[in-house]
């Protein structure tokens, strides 16, 4: 099967950084997708990496290295807004995205 | 608003009870998804349609029926559910099927067994 980790919380302060890190076992990799859902809210789409290195989106930058089956999502510059659920999910087929658990972050002032 | 809707939003129902989760999606895609997120689980996949065809049937017990009538529109109709039944569902959609193509996601039903 698939296997996703990633933490299960993590706490920090207003304007800070925090990194939440995903490693992946999976059959096959096409590719992997962050998203952010607060609670009671839809998932939503933050960023997606194919390739080896790092994407930067703003106050937020996703990291890959396949040979590691590694990554992170960097979050800069902390806002209260922030605190939410971060999914990491890796496209291990055509289609199918297997999820990691969530990582619950939460922004104290 | 992220252009996939669903209704209800909660639903509390017996074990004896039918009912149905709707989901709309007003993006012009042509791939839609049910996925089930029960507390501290990862997203679990239940079904994926691609231009109204189911593509994949995720081993879920035939007490969860989907219908897609339309590119638009999927439903998730219930029956004799059991309380393990009780979860977040969630419906996404995609432009399409291919790799790069993120999944658009609705807010979800909370659904509670008794």
């Known amino acids: 099967g698939q296997n996703i980790d990633q933490p299960t919380e993590m706490t920090a302060t207003e304007g800070a950084i925090v990194q939440i890190n995903c490693t992946y076992q999976?059959?096959?990799?096409?590719?992997l997708f962050w998203y952010q859902q607060h609670a009671g809210e839809a998932p939503t789409f933050l960023s997606y990496?194919?390739?080896?290195g790092l994407e930067e989106k703003g106050r937020f930058s996703s990291f890959l290295s396949r040979s590691k089956g590694y990554s992170y999502l960097l979050l800069k510059e902390l806002q209260m807004k922030d605190s939410a659920s971060y999914l990491c999910?890796?496209?291990?087929?055509?289609?199918?995205?297997?999820f990691g658990a969530g990582t619950t972050v939460t922004v104290r002032a | 608003e992220t252009g996939v809707t669903q209704t209800p939003r909660h639903l509390v129902m017996g074990m004896t009870n039918k009912k149905s989760l709707k989901c709309e999606q007003h993006?012009?895609?042509?791939?839609m998804y049910w996925y089930k997120q029960s507390a501290k689980k990862p997203l679990e996949l239940m079904f994926v349609?691609?231009?109204?065809?189911?593509?994949e049937n995720n081993s879920v017990p035939s007490r969860f029926s989907p219908e897609c009538p339309n590119s638009s529109h999927l439903f998730l109709h219930l029956h004799t559910l059991q309380p393990e039944d009780s979860a977040l569902y969630l419906c996404?959609?995609?432009?399409?099927?291919?790799?790069?193509?993120?999944?658009?996601f609705g807010p979800g039903t909370r659904l509670t067994v008794l």
């Open positions: 996404a959609s995609s432009p399409g099927l291919a790799d790069y193509n993120e999944q658009f």
């Open positions: 999976t059959s096959g990799f096409n590719g």
């Open positions: 990496n194919v390739l080896d």
């Open positions: 999910a890796v496209r291990d087929g055509d289609y199918k995205l297997s």
């Open positions: 993006l012009g895609h042509n791939a």
């Open positions: 349609y691609s231009l109204e065809e189911r593509v």
